[in-house]
Nanobody, 122 residues
Framework: QLQLVESGGGLVQPGGSLRLSCAASGFTLDYYVIGWFRQAPGKKREGVSC????????NYADSVKGRFTISRDNAKKTVYLRMNSLKPEDTAIYYCAAGRYHSLLPTEYTYWGQGTQVTVSS
């Protein structure tokens, strides 16, 4: 059964850091683009970052450029999102998803995890 499981969320103070993980099971991660998305209460789900199947190409939303870094380890079937200099406006549920196209649009992704909560607050 194809599954994506996020972990690493939590409560952090402004300016702090977290590393999210997205672990895949039931399929070969190597073939897929992986994206990270987030959804805050009352807001649409938005693309944060994505990484090509080989890891050679990445893309970021303007709001996180220079603060977030996406990476992947296909041998471990895991994709990471390192988040530095966190701001209260980064508070959301973060989801990872697998798709075939390099995009920050949620509609381009087929398989989704259940999400992990990130709260940035003092």
């Amino acid at each position: 059964q194809l599954q994506l499981v996020e972990s690493g969320g939590g409560l952090v103070q402004p300016g702090g850091s977290l590393r999210l993980s997205c672990a895949a099971s039931g399929f070969t991660l190597d073939y897929y683009v992986i994206g990270w998305f987030r959804q805050a209460p009352g807001k649409k789900r938005e693309g944060v970052s994505c990484i090509s199947s080989s890891g050679g190409w990445t893309n970021y939303a303007d709001s996180v450029k220079g603060r977030f870094t996406i990476s992947r380890d296909n041998a471990k079937k895991t994709v990471y999102l390192r988040m530095n200099s966190l701001k209260p406006e980064d508070t959301a549920i973060y989801y990872c998803a697998a798709g075939r196209y390099h995009s920050l649009l949620p509609t381009e992704y087929t398989y989704w995890g259940q999400g992990t909560q990130v709260t940035v607050s003092s």
